[in-house]
């Protein structure tokens, strides 16, 4: 399959799932990996109930429809693998073993394969065998705890976990590996858990909360809302606003430019001022619109931004301007990231159907069309 990025020759098989895994493969789907995605028989219970079209994160790759259950799945998976440079898995730990496609076969079978796994509580642990979702494991890990109001916890969709601590370390973690083996020669087995990778992310804060920086409540602090120069503020039509202003140039700026008076501002960073601060500035904020305050600070030197929903970020001028969102065949979406300068990635295809490129993905990874019938035949491939 051609296609373009700079992954482009690098080919994946990716056990379908939800959540993590489905977002981990589009990161690399997009940078141009050539990924089977060996989707399971209709009836699964996961994933959200809408048309293949709007899975976006199934976008730029192929399915084959495979009952990883039946006894002869694991033969025919395994030769996949000796074809493949990466396989990625996000059953809860053990299931892959039992279904004969755990590293150890998987490696044995291709000893330059790196085999990636995403799991919510890690391989390992009290916790391992058990179920859970994004909320689950950002609690654990102090991030869900530092995230919302003072009054409770808000959580934070399922970036935290999920995409977040979960994709991105699988998708980093991938591509780290396979370029150790280009020194190596070898393979290796990738273990990401979202409990990890969200508690990754917390790292500069643990490091303010030793340093006794940061307090461990929320909206307390100059990142977490606590802070009236890096908050949200409601505007006269019932809109937000969303100042940023850390560094003292821009917050006496976006003071100027509010008409809020600076007199008593003394240290921006000195709490005790904060809650009256944050009074004013809200006062302020909610004698103009959101579209007219962004019209005066269009230009101008302060940290000021519309908050803008879903329908809207893709007509904002900037994200216009860059292609941030691109239509793909009428379904609005955002375009592959990060940008490279000489082997730009793309979405090469809409979402699939499951299933939908069964024989055609078969026949380019090498199984001839006797094998593809025999598969059919004994309930291999549905």
């Known amino acids: 399959m051609s296609g373009s990025g700079p992954l482009v020759g690098i080919r994946v098989i990716e056990l379908g799932g939800v959540g993590p895994i489905p977002f981990a493969c589009q990161l ?3 940078l141009g990996a050539d990924i089977i995605r060996l989707d399971r028989p209709p009836g699964y219970d996961g994933g959200a109930p809408i048309e293949a079209r709007f899975n976006l994160t199934n976008r730029s790759r192929r399915s084959a429809a495979v009952d990883l259950k039946n006894p002869g799945a694991a033969a025919a998976v395994l030769d996949l693998v000796r074809a493949a440079d990466v396989l990625v898995e996000g059953f809860r730990p053990g299931v892959a073993e039992r279904l004969g496609l755990g590293p150890e076969e998987c490696m044995a079978a291709n000893p330059r394969l790196v085999y990636g796994r995403m799991t919510g ?5 009290p916790l391992a065998q058990a179920p859970g979702h994004d909320i689950n494991y950002i609690a654990v890990t102090g991030a869900l705890h530092a ?26 973690g991938v591509v780290a590996a396979l370029l150790e083996r280009h020194t190596s020669g070898r393979g290796q087995v990738v273990d990401a858990a979202m409990v990890d990778g969200a508690a990754s992310l917390l790292t500069m804060f643990f490091g303010f909360h030793a340093a006794g920086y940061w307090e461990d409540a929320r909206a307390s602090n100059r990142l977490d809302s606590g802070a009236p120069f890096y908050d949200v503020y409601e505007t006269s039509d019932g809109r937000w606003l969303a100042v940023g202003s850390n560094e003292t140039r821009f917050w006496r700026n976006t003071l100027r430019l509010l008409g809020v008076d600076e007199e008593g501002m003394t240290d921006q960073h000195d709490k005790s001022t904060w809650p009256a601060m944050k009074e004013r500035v809200a006062a302020a904020v909610a004698t103009k619109t959101r579209d007219e305050w962004c019209a005066l600070a269009d230009g ?4 000021l931004a519309p908050v803008l929903s879903l329908s809207e970020a893709p007509r904002h001028p900037h994200l216009r301007e860059r292609q941030t969102f691109v239509d793909v065949d009428g379904v609005v ?6 940008r490279f300068s000489r082997t730009p990635g793309a979405i090469s295809r809409p979402p699939a159907e499951p299933g939908e490129h069964t024989d055609e993905v078969l026949a380019d990874w090498g199984f001839s069309a006797d094998r593809i019938a025999e598969l059919r035949s004994t309930g291999v491939l549905r």
């Open 333 to 338: 979406q955002p375009a592959p990231a990060p």
């Open 147 to 172: 995230i919302g109001t003072a009054q409770r916890p808000v959580p934070p969709l399922n970036l935290a976990g999920d995409l977040g601590g979960g994709s991105l370390y699988l998708a980093f």
């Open 300 to 303: 101008e030197e302060v940290c």
């Open 28 to 30: 690399l789907a997009d």
């Open 121 to 125: 509580w890690g391989q390992d642990g």
